[in-house]
């Protein structure tokens, strides 16, 4: 995953397409850690509780088998 929008030549514009995903469970489970982990941040070494909601933005690259036609998915992680 990329934390930042990647810069694209006008050549290779893809389309983005925006999702929200809120990730609810029980504490200590690894909501946070999965997060910094899809992020290629560093997994935080110690459990410490999330205070309220953290958004990461997250940009994902892939090609649907469907279209063939890659996407960018720009994800909202909400923990």
Known sequence: GLLERPALPPALA???VTYKLFLAGKSGVGKTALVAWLG??????AHHETLGIEATPLFWPAKPRASG???????HLWD
């Open 14 to 16: 893809v389309p983005t």
């Open 40 to 45: 290629g941040t560093p997994v935080p070494p």
């Open 69 to 75: 036609r890659p996407v960018l998915f720009q994800l």
